[in-house]
């Protein structure tokens, strides 16, 4: 992981980091005015992207998988169970991420759907969990996670 500052016009800001986000996996952007206040710096952490070969495909992942019914019905009696403000464990934030990306995964390739938005949260969510800082695609992550937990299983 490495940082990168960058000092552009503020109208190509969108662009700058568009094209940065196409090269590296990249986190959020910080922006701040420069001192003069004509340009824009752009302060952010990337990494390279990770070879394709590193993580499962969808199909590979949820293999061995219950049905998406059933684990909807696991995931409402287990949220039912808990009691109010009692911390939920890492099992329960995986099967939910994988649960949220495989109803995704229904309605891709439209990307833009508030199921894929929905899924990416919940897989950042387990992302930041696991490995606060850790710069690589959350839906990714979740199925290496998912297919690690059904191969232990």
């Not at 394709?52 to 992942?61: G, K, L, R, S």
């Amino acid at each position: 992981m490495f940082e990168i500052r960058i000092i552009c016009d503020p109208a190509d800001t969108d662009r700058v980091t568009t094209a940065l986000a196409s090269t590296f996996t990249t986190g959020s952007v910080r922006r701040h005015p420069t001192r003069d206040g004509d340009r824009t710096r752009l302060y952010l952490t990337a990494d390279h992207h990770p070879a394709p070969a590193n993580w499962p495909t969808p199909e590979q992942a949820y293999a061995d998988a219950p049905s998406i019914n059933s684990e909807i019905g696991w995931t409402a009696r287990f949220l039912a169970s808990a009691e109010c403000f009692t911390k939920l464990g890492r099992e329960f934030y995986l099967r939910k991420a994988a649960l949220l990306d495989r109803i995704a995964l229904l309605h891709e390739p439209d990307t833009l759907n508030s199921d894929a938005q929905t899924a990416e949260a919940a897989a950042l969510h387990l992302l930041d969990l696991d490995q606060p800082g850790i710069i690589c695609d959350p839906r990714h992550y979740v199925r290496q996670q998912y297919a690690r937990r059904t191969a232990d299983q």
